[in-house]
């Protein structure tokens, strides 16, 4: 079972309510409906709804500000967004907001919303396990550069000491040669 928030305007026909409530063999739909974007604000605040179904042209809110908001306040729900045609733009602009796919209404049939549906779903978690399997890999890779750094440090560190050492030879072999004859001294200087 699904769980469905529609978000549609009261002047919206209700065929995309009657095709969730259609029986299926492949998927059942338990569907909340509101019909207005404040009435969505505050039943997402309260509830988990597994998709979003969002008309743009509900009353109280420009399509893409409903999106914008909707978006904010539940960002791992995806949204399909349901136009009055194929607006490219506005689709684009919905999707570069929040949403992960759209239908046009007057082209929704019961295979295409519930396939559209168990898509969007599918495609979140994925994007989901994609980030946290990024986000994991970022924090492997930040442990194994400051183990490499530590590495370093102490490589840098363990070449020093042997040079420090023979810098001290050096300068205790001239400061005894020092007062030797000048054959001693060039040979000395000129390694």
Known sequence: MINVLLVKDKSSDCHIKRLLFEPSQTVEFNTETVEDLSGAIELLDHNTFEIILLDLQISDGDGIDAVKKIHSSNPDTPIIVIVDSDDEELVLQAIRNGADDYLVKGKIFKDVLGRSICY????????????????????????????????????????????????????????????????????????
């Open 120 to 191: 969007a779903i599918e495609r979140r978690k994925e994007r989901k396990w994609t980030e946290e399997k990024l986000s994991n890999l970022v924090k492997e890779l930040e442990s194994s550069n400051k183990e490499l750094k530590d590495f370093a440090y102490i490589v840098s560190h363990d070449l020093k000491a042997p040079l420090r050492g023979i810098n001290t030879l050096v300068n205790w072999i001239l400061s005894d040669y020092a007062d030797s004859s000048p054959t001693t001294r060039n040979v000395l200087d000129n390694g």
